[in-house]
């Protein structure tokens, strides 16, 4: 009987099996006929792409770290219709990992900063969501992306945390982001130098008219494999900052000096040409912190200053144009005219478009925020300015939760510094460094929810904050000195 039962039950598993494959080839010979070749093995190699990513999450993790800021700019649709690669890599490749971990033991606990980034992009969904209801619009495709667009950053954090736990993996993620640094320098520098056909190249890859800049005539800029120059600025500013802190933490353990300079001159060359000036000074002062941080504040911000003179030196048309731009007697921007010739024309710009559109038109929509999309009146689409991109996504409560989370990164990031581990350390360092430089640059430009700044920015925090970390790091214990007993004496 027992022989009989086992029969069946292996003749059913044999007879399913069976069924199961006759009904995939025939899904797949269905859409091979109906969508075409390209959509029926893609289709094909989804599962097995995910079954790839949960057997091998670490080196996915490392792609995530690595290379998807680098490619973050490329534009939607590149190849799935309305949506970025990066968007389709870290939704597919960090829910993958994130399921392959979840039953793990070793994986990385929840901190409180996690559930403060949690409650940023549960508060920006709840909060764009009642104002699109409440104002009657609907969610359309730009609406739901600007809703979503924290979750993916917390997917790449949460991914990165829960896999990245060891020195060895968390120094070749910081390779990687080096690396990967290196073409994205490269092409912006071939076009600044307008060799080839590069703008074109870019403008195919990030579907905007690369280094056009609308506000002054003859002034172009570099962006990179991105749509803009603020997102490559702020990508390489972080770029910086992280090749810095490991030259001059001086022990060769993440690169040898020799190649952190070809990761570095060219990243700095980069950052010139975007003549992007918030995030040029940034890096002045982020190498001033470091060098202070690892006491070589000399040779920090004289390696970096020399840098930046020679290559403005080599690149001084594009920035004559940009000064030209700011203090010239011509005003190529309507709303800094009549402004005080001491100050930056785009700063003047910025504060007009603030005062006279902005502030107007939240009116009324402090508590919540105006949500997706730009308030009646507005006649410049963009806030520049983080912060006013918080009250107008979601009020005042957003903006509060975001300087929570930030000032939750600093005290944390803060007290790793001194983590026996040379690569956290290191992290935290460029990590505290990187974010009180960026609450300053982030009063002229949203940086945070660009592409490109807050993919690096966050893979950042998910390789300092992964792994199981102690809250607290634990000065040595003193010594106390016990009182000698003389032999044969009373206990």
Known sequence: MSYAIALGHRIGIRAGLAFGICLGMYGFAWLLVNW???????????????????????????????????????????????LRPSEIL???????????????????????????????????????????????????AGAIGD?????????????????????????????????????????????QAGIGSFNSFLTSLTGTDAGSDPTATGLVRATGPFPIWHSLAGYLFLVVMLGLGAYLEGSGRVLPSRRLLYVLVPAVAALITTATLAPIFGALAGATLLGRAYKRMGRSVFGIALAIFIVGFLFTPALSSRFEQQYGDTVTIQAAKGSDPLIPRTLAARYSIWTEQYVPAMSGHWATGWGPGVPPKVDWEWTESLYLTMLVRGGIPLLLIYLWLAGSTITRSRRLTRAPDFERSLLANVVFTGTIVLLFMQIITPYFVLAGPPHIYWALLG????????????????EVPQRRVAIGARA
């Open 36 to 82: 075409g070749a390209f959509y029926a093995f893609t289709l094909l190699a989804i599962p097995a792409l995910g079954l790839l990513v949960m057997q091998y999450p670490a080196h996915a993790a490392l792609f995530l770290a690595g290379v998807v800021p680098a490619i973050s700019g490329l534009r939607r649709g590149l190849p799935v219709p309305g």
């Open 147 to 191: 809703l979503l667009g924290p979750l993916q950053f917390f997917i790449l954090y949460r991914a990165v945390a829960s896999v990245l736990t060891t020195s060895e993996l968390r120094i070749k993620a910081i390779r990687w982001i080096l690396y990967s640094s290196v073409p994205v320098s490269l092409l912006a520098i071939l076009q």
């Open 463 to 478: 390789l300092l904050f992964g792994g199981a970390v102690r809250s607290r790091i634990e000065e040595p214990a003193r």
């Open 90 to 140: 870290i939704a597919f490749c960090g829910s993958a990992i994130l399921l392959a971990v979840a039953n793990r033991r070793d994986r990385t606990p929840w901190q409180m900063f996690d559930w403060v980034a949690l409650l940023y992009v549960l508060a920006t969904v709840a909060l764009g969501s009642w104002d699109l209801i409440d104002r009657g619009d609907g969610f359309g």
